[in-house]
Nanobody
């Protein structure tokens, strides 16, 4: 049974930072691309960042480039998202994602497994 468990969400003031983590179990972690999506109230789930199974290549939504950094630790089966210079518009539930294949990775339909989500709230 595959489980992705996020942690690290919370309330932060604008300009602050948060680091999200996702612990994976029940899958061969090093075989999967990993990523993060987010969903704000009343909006569709959208792509934030992804990292290849090797960790060599990363991808970001234009809206977070230069602010967010995705990384993975295969020894710990974890993927992290460092979020800096946060803005109120970054407020959303953030979801960890595992991809069997990274083709079409910006689409939620390409995700093989989802975490339960963690709330990030950025106050102005």
């Amino acid at each position: 049974q595959v489980q992705l468990v996020e942690s690290g969400g919370g309330l932060v003031q604008a300009g602050g930072s948060l680091r999200l983590s996702c612990a994976a179990s029940g899958l061969t972690f090093s075989n999967y691309g990993m990523g993060w999506f987010r969903q704000a109230p009343g909006k569709e789930r959208e792509f934030v960042a992804a990292i290849t199974w090797s960790g060599v290549t990363t991808y970001y939504a234009d809206s977070v480039k230069g602010r967010f950094t995705i990384s993975r630790d295969d020894a710990k089966n974890t993927v992290s998202l460092q979020m800096d210079s946060l803005k109120p518009e970054h407020t959303a539930v953030y979801y960890c994602a595992a991809y069997h294949r990274l083709r079409g990775f910006t689409s939620p339909t390409s995700v093989s497994y989802w975490g339960q989500g963690t709330q990030v709230t950025v106050s102005s």
